[in-house]
């Protein structure tokens, strides 16, 4: 009984250790954003740690303000008007907007706000994509598409919150 309580603690620290080594191994994956002519207005870096992907901004040239950033789901940005990057990343069917009882989709998040410099630094924390493998992973079928809308998302209007026009785009590829 006792050698048997030891090969579970073995067990159980080889799975914690394997688990780090995955974690570790899942470098951050850096997407450049681009608006409708093709000039860079910065880069959004996703890491995913604890079973949640993290969005970290690092944006200039867009007007200040409130924009949505929505997960689309084709990993293509042809501008000016990036429709290649096709409707929302939504592997569940689901209906647009975090705050919408039939939804949200899998690639709706909060809004973020550019300073008055056209600046944007921040993180957000989707809670419906993953860096994985499965259905919810920004890597399904190809990849996916990031893109800036010109406002704000109002987290309930069907099939894209009313954000307005896509003013940038960066695909997200392994």
């Known amino acids: 009984m ?7 603690m073995v067990g159980v620290g080889l ?11 899942q470098g951050p994956v850096k997407v450049e954003l681009k608006d409708g002519t093709g000039q860079s207005v910065g880069t959004a870096s996703l890491s995913e740690s604890m079973g949640m992907v993290h969005i970290q901004l ?3 040239g867009l ?3 409130e924009h949505a950033l929505h997960v689309h ?7 000016p008007a ?4 096709g409707g929302h990343f939504n592997p569940a069917a689901k209906k647009h907007g975090l705050q919408n009882p039939e939804g949200p989709h899998a690639g709706d998040m ?7 410099d056209g600046t944007a630094k921040g993180m957000l924390m989707p809670k419906g994509i993953s860096l994985g493998s499965g259905a919810n992973s920004v890597f399904t079928g190809g990849g ?5 809308h010109a406002g704000p998302d109002d987290m309930k209007t069907d099939p894209a919150g009313a954000a307005g026009d896509r003013i940038a785009c960066g695909v997200i590829t392994k």
């Open 58 to 60: 690092d944006l200039k």
């Open 63 to 65: 007007k200040p303000g």
């Open 2 to 8: 006792k050698q048997l309580f030891r090969g579970v």
């Open 110 to 116: 909060e809004n973020f706000t550019v300073a008055a």
């Open 144 to 148: 996916t598409a990031l893109v800036i």
């Open 73 to 79: 789901g084709t990993a293509k940005c042809e501008g």
């Open 82 to 85: 990036f429709t290649t990057a």
């Open 15 to 25: 799975g914690a250790v394997m688990l780090a080594v995955n974690l570790a191994a």
